[in-house]
């Protein structure tokens, strides 16, 4: 691990906070690992339901630290920036495919690897005004870790090629209108927000919210038939489990559930 990210238990919550404030958390190969890890160790422990990123002082996260690139002699640039782009990429996509319902708790600037962080996640609750954008083009670059691609499937094509032409950012009041936010709140909201989400959500069934999580990333790219059917195999299997079982028993004797995720 490293100091570059914080994780705390917060109730049946894992906060993961960048930790590089004075680099408006950008993401270094370190804190990559890190994230990768911890990420790890938190979808393996059971009493963990649900996951936050946020990031430590005025920033979420302003993209990759490419510095490190800087002090590499020419020849071997391409070579670290793609291993880089490659460590990047596939840490998105096991967030984006975690079980477990993941939040960003957007504190601040968002923009290239931040936006990409934030799109892997499930649910995004932003801080009013904090700047959100792709903002590769304004440096020649081209997105490496799902911008383009995950970009369009929460907003739209049009709106999406808007913000990655233009590089421009906008403040988290016009993306949730986009439909990219899910919630915006004051800034001193934030957190207590997003645990009241956290919380509600680590009262359901783990292994119900899985299935749900499968059905709805599949809504788009299958026939509608085709996902009624997975739906229905999902709903079935659901059916046999115990969460099941004391969902039902709970709303029998009138109390709250105690779900195991089996």
């Known amino acids: 691990m490293t100091e570059e990210l914080s994780i705390q238990r917060r109730g049946a919550a894992a906060w993961f906070t960048l930790n590089r404030a004075k680099e408006l958390n950008s993401l270094s190969p370190d804190l990559l690992k890190a994230l990768d890890f911890g990420l790890a160790e938190m979808l393996a422990d059971q009493s ?126 016009r993306l949730a209108e986009f439909g990219l936010v899910n919630e915006v709140v004051e800034p001193a909201e934030l957190q207590a927000r997003v645990d009241a989400i956290a919380g509600a959500i680590a009262a359901k069934s783990p292994i119900g919210l899985a299935r749900m999580k499968q059905l709805v990333e599949h809504a788009f790219d299958m026939s509608e038939a085709a996902g009624l059917a997975l739906e229905q195999s999902l709903s079935n299997l659901q059916t046999t489990s115990f969460d099941r079982s004391e969902g039902l028993a709970a709303f029998r004797e009138r109390r709250k559930p105690n779900f195991v995720g089996r």
Do not use: W
């Not at 590769?136 to 997105?143: E, F, R, W």
């Open 48 to 173: 963990v339901r649900a996951i936050v990123f946020t990031g430590a002082g005025r920033a979420f996260c302003a993209g990759a630290d490419l510095r490190f690139l800087e002090a590499l002699p020419d020849h071997q640039r391409d070579e670290a920036t793609a291993t880089f782009l490659l460590s990047a990429t596939t840490l998105m996509s096991k967030i984006a495919a975690s079980p477990k319902p993941t939040i960003a708790a957007v504190n601040g600037t968002a923009v290239g690897g931040g936006l990409e962080l934030l799109l892997a996640c499930d649910i995004i609750i932003a801080a009013r005004r904090a700047p959100i954008g792709d903002g590769h083009a304004t440096y020649g670059l081209v997105p490496g870790a799902g911008s383009s691609i995950r970009l369009p499937r929460r907003i739209g094509i049009g709106r999406a090629k808007q913000l990655l032409f233009t590089g421009e950012l906008l403040p988290a009041e």
